[in-house]
């Protein structure tokens, strides 16, 4: 399937420009997976057109003809591998490189000092079985079950940390305190967030 796509595409399905999609493609051919009669690029492709769209198993099924247990299996081990790779372009950056790639925009009102952009992330889940991991992931703001992480971005745009999940009825708070971010924070640096964004006590203390 993918490879009878073009590159426009490739960029409405899958969220990603044919190059990176090439290129994540090179990279998971170096690690080791589960064997599939599925081609390697329609592995990505599913999982890829998984997280852009928010395809049922069902629908992958009935587009590239696999059973919904194969489109499971598929999905939940590209995304593995996937997490495997991505891990080491998510970097802390230098100061320096902050300071230097700082965009004039944030230079010309006074926003200099910025070191880092705090934003709490919230995505809809399908509403889980349990009724324990329904209380735990259902978020009272937006009226559904949901995970919630925070992304960490430097001035520049460059995503520069990735919390691990929390259930949607954490608190930004909450997921601040005990995701491990202040381990790369110093005193003294300026962090921008959202007007509703609450930061916890004792980071604002450091």
């Not at 399905?13 to 051919?29: A, D, I, Q």
């Not at 992958?60 to 591998?81: A, D, G, M, Q």
């Not at 992480?149 to 430097?154: D, G, R, Y």
């Amino acid at each position: 399937m993918a490879s009878q796509m073009t590159c426009q595409d490739i960029a409405f399905y899958t969220g990603v420009s044919n190059h990176v999609f090439r290129t994540l493609l090179t990279c998971l051919e170096k690690i080791p997976m589960p064997q599939s009669w599925l081609a390697l690029e329609d592995q990505l492709l599913l999982t890829l057109m998984r997280l852009r769209l928010g395809l049922l198993y069902r629908d992958l099924s009935f587009r590239f003809r696999i059973s919904v247990s194969s489109v499971c299996k598929i999905f939940n081990s590209t995304l593995e591998c996937l997490k495997e790779i991505m891990k080491y372009y998510v970097i802390w950056l230098p100061k320096a490189r902050i300071e230097s790639s700082m965009p004039y925009s944030f230079i010309e009102n006074g926003y200099e000092n910025t070191r880092c952009i705090f934003d709490c992330t919230e995505v809809a889940l399908e509403r889980p079985k349990k009724q324990r991991a329904r209380a735990q992931t259902y978020s009272s703001y937006k009226g559904h079950n949901t995970v919630k992480f925070l992304i960490v971005i430097a001035p520049c745009g460059y995503i520069m940390f990735v919390s691990r999940t929390f259930g949607g009825r954490a608190s930004d708070k909450h997921i601040v305190r005990e995701c491990g971010v202040h381990e790369y924070l110093v005193r003294g640096d300026v962090i921008m967030a959202d007007r509703g964004f609450t930061l916890d006590p004792y980071l604002e203390a450091q």
